[in-house]
């Protein structure tokens, strides 16, 4: 008899937190356990354009903008906006670097691309900050130029929102 009411117990738990983690938000899964404290103002992710009025071209210092501008949070989202080559802009592009020695020297080899000369028009390339982890973005143009020379690279480390 004790063994059957665990295991309805258990079944029952089972379905109580399966709820709670299909309920959508997965970047905020925690909230809705059911003995998780309920703020009902929790913060919201942040939608930030990289560079602010600037945006996303040779020679600002970006580094310098990311630690004015972060700290950010897993779930936020940079936006990157650049003309698309028109003949009178230059083009530019956002790659991520696989770790710091690359992000130094503004190494491609391993890079990967994402977004092309073309994403950065209209609204901008939307990157969201997904996950606990760094972030090294670069402009992947003129062969590491643009990085190396023109300061296009900024790394990121999104934090937790424990709230
Ligand atoms: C929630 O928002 C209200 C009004 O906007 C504010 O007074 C309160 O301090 C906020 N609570 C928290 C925990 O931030
Ligand atoms: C860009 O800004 C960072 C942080 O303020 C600074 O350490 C770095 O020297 C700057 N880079 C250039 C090329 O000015
Ligand atoms: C290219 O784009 C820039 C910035 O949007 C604009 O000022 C310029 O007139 C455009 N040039 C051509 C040839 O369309
Ligand atoms: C670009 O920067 C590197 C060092 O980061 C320097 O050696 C090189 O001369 C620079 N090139 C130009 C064209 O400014
Ligand atoms: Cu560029």
Same mark, same amino acid.
């Given at each position: ?64 903008? !990311?630690?004015? +501008?972060?700290?950010?949070?897993? %779930?936020?989202?940079? @936006?990157? *906006?650049?003309?698309? #080559? ?28 994402? !977004?092309?000369? +073309?994403?950065?028009?209209?609204? %901008?390339?939307?990157? @969201?900050? *997904?996950?606990?982890? #760094? ?29």
């Amino acid at each position: 008899m004790a063994v059957k009411t665990l295991v309805v117990l258990v079944v029952f738990m089972f379905a109580m937190i399966s709820t709670a983690m299909a309920n959508k938000n997965p970047d905020n899964w925690n909230y809705n356990w059911p003995w998780y404290p309920h703020n009902t103002n929790a913060t919201q992710p942040k939608k930030v354009v990289v560079g602010g009025s600037e945006n996303w071209h040779f020679g600002f210092n970006y580094t310098d903008w !990311a630690l004015k +501008n972060g700290p950010f949070y897993i %779930g936020d989202s940079l @936006v990157f *906006k650049y003309d698309p #080559p028109n003949g009178t802009t230059f083009p530019h592009s956002v790659y991520l670097l696989p770790n710091y020695w690359s992000f130094l020297k503004c190494d491609l080899r391993w890079a990967k691309k994402i !977004a092309d000369v +073309n994403q950065g028009g209209g609204g %901008g390339f939307e990157f @969201v900050l *997904k996950r606990w982890q #760094p972030y090294y973005f670069a402009c992947g143009e003129k062969a590491g130029f643009h990085c190396r020379n023109g300061t296009m690279k900024f790394p990121v480390m999104p934090l937790i929102h424990w709230d």
